[in-house]
């Protein structure tokens, strides 16, 4: 009996010792963003599946796309999964920087993935990331204050309507900013909202030959236009002003309108964190009558980079986050209001999802958004609130340095424009595209 008691505990700690040796842990760095970390409070459900765990690095979206962009350019090993973009996948699945996720299982299925989505996450028909959200952009405002402006907000709004609308809701003796709007320096923050905006304008980044046009009236329009509205209407400080920044914002009732990423609708609309979740509505991003709206596509996505030696483990927490038993596994916590959006053309078939009073509108802007016609005249490059060449970062950053600087009434929009267009064409000559 002694001896089979032996046997068993030895057979035992045999499999402990054989489980811990299969077991990882992953490094994975992401966005300081509410989804996200949302997502690493359920972690537990991953580890408990697989016996991988996790360590997450996680941080302001400008500073998470410095360190990934310089982990995976110089082979740094720092990650084994990234949260990226559309913007960087295509190009780092070009050049071999990334795992190809070409053979997710069959209980997974790519294919529910929405095509807008898988599209712009792959290179020549190959998945190089997995969307844990796809969003778009629209309108979030305040329905009370509407009223009470006596205004009535349309579905598809004009510029110049949310500029009158944003100034008779502003009430500065009582804190509430028209309309809030990123303005912080980054390509991927305020860079991303004005180039959004500009399209529906009528500008563009390059003409045919790539050359830069921020010297147009179409570029002078829309900055002009979009600092007279923020002096007029937006909120001090606008100019540092980014995502998280304007959430608060308007969580906290200062801000008449917000035009930003459709994700947030989850959370204005959570009274948990918002005090005006029962008063907010939603409208599709603001045009020009020029056939363009100003409304964005992107998706948070994780990525593998090439060279982890922790591929296997990697790819079952990719298909354990954006899955669809991940979205179930959130709305049995947290209800369906808050489930991840905008990846899976199957949330928008759910009975469950449809009852939720964005969700159409958010699958509408993400329809609506066409990355290979942005512009008003035609253009060279693919992206919409982006130019999908590995210089764009770089050049962005610094423009979008400039337009800061010019919101907070450091330099001319005109002086911006100068300097914009000057350093956009050096970068565009050295790099050979002119």
Not at 63 to 85: S, W, Y
Request: charged share 20%; glycine share 8%; net charge negative.
């Amino acid at each position: 009996m002694l001896s089979k008691k032996l046997l068993c505990l030895s057979s035992a700690v045999a499999m402990t010792v054989a489980t811990s040796a299969l077991a990882d842990t992953l490094t994975i760095a992401t966005v300081n963003n509410g989804d996200m970390i949302r997502m690493q409070g359920l972690t537990d459900d991953f580890t408990k599946k697989t016996g991988h765990t996790v360590e997450w690095v996680t941080l302001e979206e400008n500073v998470l796309r410095q360190r990934v962009t310089t982990d995976i350019t110089t082979k740094g090993g720092a990650f084994d999964i990234m949260t990226i973009g559309m913007y960087e996948t295509p190009i780092w699945g070009k050049n071999g920087w990334l795992v190809p996720l070409n053979d997710l299982s069959a209980e997974y299925n790519v294919g529910d993935i929405l095509p807008a989505m898988s599209g712009g996450l792959s290179h020549d028909g190959t998945l190089f990331a997995a969307p844990f959200y796809g969003e778009s952009s629209m309108i979030m405002y305040r329905t009370d204050l509407m009223k009470a402006a006596g205004l009535e907000m349309p579905d598809a709004p004009s510029w110049s309507f949310i500029a009158k609308a944003a100034r008779a809701m502003t009430d500065r003796d009582k804190e509430i900013n028209g309309v809030c709007l990123r303005g912080k320096a980054g390509w991927g923050e305020g860079g991303a909202f004005i180039t959004a905006m500009s399209n529906s304008f009528g500008a563009r980044w390059f003409d045919e030959n790539w050359n830069a046009q921020f010297d147009t009236r179409e570029w002078s329009d829309t900055l002009n236009f979009y600092v007279n509205m923020m002096n007029d209407s937006g909120p001090p400080g606008f100019s540092t002003n980014g995502f998280n920044e304007n959430l608060s914002l308007f969580q906290q009732g200062k801000c008449g309108m917000w035009i930003d990423a459709t994700v947030a609708a989850s959370f204005v609309t959570n009274p948990k964190d918002s005090t005006v979740a029962d008063k907010v509505g939603f409208a599709l991003a603001p045009d020009n009558g020029m056939g363009v709206r100003s409304n964005w596509l992107w998706a948070w996505a994780l990525a593998i980079p090439a060279g982890t030696q922790k591929e296997a483990a990697a790819k079952q927490f990719i298909e354990w986050a954006t899955s669809t038993s991940y979205i179930e596994l959130v709305a049995s916590k947290e209800g369906w209001a808050n489930v991840p959006p905008g990846a899976r053309a199957s949330l928008y078939e759910n009975p469950n999802y449809k009852a939720v009073p964005f969700a159409q509108k958010t699958l509408d802007s993400i329809l609506s958004a066409d990355p290979n016609n942005s512009t008003v005249d035609p253009s060279p490059y693919v992206g919409i609130q982006f130019a999908a060449i590995p210089e764009f970062a770089g050049i962005a950053t610094e423009v979008s340095q400039e337009f800061s600087a010019a919101y907070a009434g450091q330099q001319t929009v005109a002086e911006a424009l100068a300097k914009a267009q000057a350093l956009t064409n050096d970068a565009m000559e050295a790099a050979g595209y002119r």
